[in-house]
């Protein structure tokens, strides 16, 4: 809880897929109308976590990122490396309540813009100054992260919940029939 509003997060792992389920719920608890803007931020390896401790950043050089409008979702890839390399796929999607489409909204997947210059992920400089700044850009990226964003209009004592939705599979096809499925 902070200054009148309350969050609660509930985390699940679906059964029978890789994904995993962040359902997110925001309350007003204040007589009046509170505008929020809420983003999401996580940092990517596809990769074992041996592999990605010994080299991360040399890791990260093989992941490619891509928009899939149409699922509200964003995709990303690790490229194989060598023939005996699997490739890797991650679906991503943020789900709003008593939304009509999946949208994905503003992004960012390069955490150098997101983050910037000497900064921190607690207080990184796409979210300074005036407004949100997020590219919504794709493709290879040096560091690449999911970032996504949305606003959400509170009315006095009332909540509203999103979801997001992340799921990791051997092909993109894969990797998006569970967010297609939990885009309501």
């Known amino acids: 809880r902070f200054r009148d509003i309350a969050v609660r997060i509930d985390v699940t792992v679906a059964t029978g897929s890789d994904t995993e389920i962040r359902r997110i719920t925001i309350a007003n608890q204040s007589d009046r109308t509170r505008r929020i803007s809420l983003v999401s931020y996580a940092e990517l390896a596809l990769a074992p ?3 990605d401790e010994r080299h991360p950043a040399f890791n990260k050089l093989f992941i490619e990122s ?3 409008p149409e699922a509200g979702a964003l995709v990303y890839r690790r490229r194989p490396r060598s023939s005996d390399d699997d490739p890797v796929f991650l679906a991503y999607s943020l789900v709003l309540e008593d939304a009509e489409a ?6 960012e997947t390069d955490r150098a813009r997101f983050i910037g210059r000497g900064s921190d992920a607690s207080c990184p400089v796409a979210l300074m100054g005036d407004g949100i700044v997020l590219t919504s850009a794709t493709g290879a990226t040096l560091d690449p992260v999911v970032v996504s964003h949305c606003e959400l209009e509170l009315a006095p004592y009332g909540e ?5 939705v992340m799921t990791a599979a051997r092909d993109r096809t894969t990797a998006l029939t569970p967010v297609r499925r939990f885009q309501s």
């Open 160 to 164: 509203a919940r999103i979801a997001t």
């Open 49 to 51: 976590m041996s592999l």
């Open 66 to 68: 891509e928009s899939v």
């Open 102 to 107: 999946p949208s994905l909204g503003l992004f």
